[in-house]
């Protein structure tokens, strides 16, 4: 800075003089290069300072401390956990009702998280029967299941119910919808659905509902053990699934 203040005053100097001879042009010049040269050099470096501190600001903002996450105030720790029968898995449960519009506007979330999920990590799906209609929706889930074609017709029948409205009060009524858009065998989808098999799993459901105290839709629940509390956004919801998930993992 010293240098650099020198530079200036000397060139103020013999910038106001008068002098003709080439000699005192030549040093004018030497000085004018050497002083911009310091000048820029400053310059670059202090705006590559302000941009590094702006870069940490923003960072410090946006991107939440997964050691920032309390149990109590971010999420709940269920007592007793629910048994999910797997020590070599993390089991992630989505509680859901096809009825639901806002299950419907989270599925684009799980959709994410199942395709990027680690490999020791599995989703399982549960419907729920919060009232007598949604019987009928939990029962076409695991006959789809059962018969193979979920995959296909998990999101199709989402879209179904809350984009194109439609309205299924029977099991019969939901047959024919999967057997005129999938191929699905009506009398077998009917027959799975009103299996001892099927109903034992709806029941499954309603108890594993009541452990893990689910109480609105959708849910999630990490391991049996660890379930979300009300976040901001869909988003900070899924960031704290994964927190969750490696917590379990360690």
């Given amino acids: 800075m010293k240098k650099l203040t020198v530079f200036l005053a000397l060139f103020l100097v013999i910038g106001c003089s008068n002098a003709d001879n080439k000699e005192?042009?030549?040093?004018v010049d030497a000085v004018k290069a050497e002083a911009k040269q310091v000048v820029e050099a400053k310059v670059e470096q202090a705006t590559e300072a302000v941009k590094s501190e702006a870069k940490e600001a923003v960072a410090k903002q946006v991107m939440p401390k997964a050691v920032d996450y309390q149990a109590g105030i971010h999420y709940t720790v269920l007592n007793p956990a629910w048994d999910t029968q797997s020590e070599d898995e993390v089991i992630v449960y989505e509680f859901f009702g096809y009825l639901c519009p806002h299950c419907y506007s989270f599925q684009p979330y799980m959709k994410a998280f199942e395709q990027r999920k680690k490999?020791?990590?599995k989703l399982v799906r549960v419907p729920v029967v919060f009232q007598p209609i949604w019987k009928i929706y939990a029962q076409a889930y695991y006959t789809a299941e059962s018969m193979g074609v979920l995959e296909k017709t998990h999101n199709a029948f989402f879209e179904a119910i809350h984009q194109h409205r439609k309205q299924f009060r029977t099991i019969e009524?939901?047959?024919?919808?999967f057997a005129a858009g999938y191929g699905v065998d009506k009398e077998q989808f009917l027959s799975t659905a009103n299996s001892f098999m099927v109903d034992?799993?709806?029941?499954?459901g309603d108890q594993m509902m009541r452990q893990m105290q689910i109480t609105s839709t959708p849910t999630v629940v990490v391991n049996g053990k660890f379930k979300p509390n009300k976040v901001a956004s869909r988003d900070d919801m899924m960031d704290l699934v994964d927190y969750l998930i490696e917590q379990e993992i360690k």
């Fill in 24 to 27: 005192t042009d030549a040093a």
């Fill in 119 to 121: 490999d020791n990590v």
């Fill in 173 to 177: 009524q939901i047959a024919d919808w």
């Fill in 200 to 204: 034992g799993m709806i029941r499954k």
